[in-house]
């Protein structure tokens, strides 16, 4: 299939996803889902980027991480429980994804560790895949806790000094630094002395501003999502308003 064809669908997929999130903090004011949305994108990153794909634009040929456009839409989800449910919440969203991964590290170690049976012949596979790559692990840690925690704040203070306008302007002034500050702290510490560091840097840069212009307007539609009961509720109170007011 064609890299730019699959690129939009993945994307598209990844990201209509987070409404259904959306839509059950709406309808049950609770982040639940939302949460285990990005415990589940980000877990799924992490094992994605061992492994190193090429995105043909038309253009330009970016060789980047698989777990690229999985990790990018994380911030959406940042953004968007940042919006509903403010900054603590957020943080305390990011904590509970990076507990997680060290769980899931932690356990696919002893997984691999474990004396395979003597007709499972999958063993190696197995190692190249989920072995724990120490330097791609510290990278992935460090690179999730300050990006993630540097878009929520960044994100809470544009809110607060617009007053809560201009949705865009804070979602990309949160969001593409950050993806930009999550690039430059992974690729040295995972990939320096072994693979092309300023190749991976433009190709994971690039490929991320792109996901994070293309959700914008999904920020939008998960906060009219979050907004329909309230507008909903202010048209019915405006119409007793106006009936009491008529007699």
């Known amino acids: 299939m064609n890299s730019v ?20 903090a709406r309808r049950y004011q609770r982040p639940d889902l939302l949460i285990a949305l990005y415990v589940t994108f980000i877990l799924i990153a992490q094992i994605l980027a061992v492994k190193v794909s090429a995105f043909d634009l038309g253009f330009k040929t ?16 940042t953004d968007i429980v940042n919006e509903k449910f403010g900054r603590k919440a957020t943080h305390r969203m990011i904590l509970i994804a990076f507990i997680t991964q060290v769980a899931m590290v932690a356990f696919l170690w002893l997984g691999t560790k474990l004396t395979p049976a003597p007709f499972w012949g999958l ?23 300050v990006s993630e925690n540097a878009d929520a704040f960044v994100f809470d203070w544009f809110k607060k000094i617009t007053k809560g306008r201009q949705l865009w302007m804070r979602n990309v ?23 092309p560091l300023w190749t991976l840097i433009v190709g994971q840069t690039t490929l991320k501003w792109l996901v994070g212009v293309v959700n914008i307007p999904f920020m939008y539609f998960n906060r009219w999502i979050f907004n329909k009961n309230e507008d909903q509720k202010m048209t019915e109170i405006s119409e007793v308003m106006e009936t009491v007011e008529g007699k």
Do not use: K
């Open 5 to 24: 064809v699959l690129l939009f669908f993945w994307i598209i997929g990844i990201t209509c996803i987070t409404f259904i999130g959306s839509w059950y």
């Open 62 to 77: 970016f060789f980047v991480p698989s777990g690229v456009l999985v990790f990018s839409v994380t911030f959406l989800i």
């Open 123 to 145: 063993q190696p596979a197995w190692e190249d895949i989920f072995g724990v790559v120490p330097r791609i692990t510290l990278a992935s840690w460090i690179a999730f806790l």
């Open 173 to 195: 002034i949160s969001t593409i630094p950050a993806l930009l500050l999550d690039t430059l702290i992974f690729i040295p510490i995972a990939f320096g002395g072994q693979m």
